[in-house]
């Protein structure tokens, strides 16, 4: 799963990620990773999208004004364990909840009026057990053509992985092992820009059962 970038270029990048902003929001995305986002929500063309982990607020904005762009009949909704407040916007619902108990944030119901393709953005802790427990909630709604992006698994790359127990990595390789046959890798966006050079190593998957 190594990323083609090597440590150094990858805490520098990772400096200016911090500090960007969308629209005076901050945002915390690396230049790879914001391109190809554009590109995925052009050829999916998501109705739904479900963004666990807000921080303030930019990355939901961002999503939901390219989507805009687009032209694109899309929601999107960011879920946090503190709640953004200050950005009032009907293309967006922010919701306060824990990446571990989504089933208190969406109820089954909820999740069936939602119209599909959808495109599931995990971005909360980095935590292995946080990444692991959005991908087992998710598995049970997902559908054909829906897509999910599981963020920072590079975490490894940056030698943080023990601080994260594994971190997305060690989630992604679990589940996957477990449910591969209903998912394909997509390596498009995980190599555009040369092997594994995004922040999300081995993390854009395809819902294809």
Known sequence: MASAIDRQNLQTIQAGSLNYTWRGVQCIKNPFDFASMFQLLWELKPRTIMEIGSCRGGSALMLADVAGMFKLDCHVWSVDINRVEDLPDDRITFLQGDALRLPEVFSAEQLAAMPHPWLIIEDSAHLYETTLGVLEFYDA?????DYLVVEDGNVDDM???LEFHGGPNRAIKEFFEARGDLYQL???YCDFWGHNMTWNTNGYWLRVR
């Open 141 to 145: 709604y997902l559908q054909p053509g």
């Open 186 to 188: 997509d390596t498009l």
């Open 159 to 161: 030698g943080r992985s």
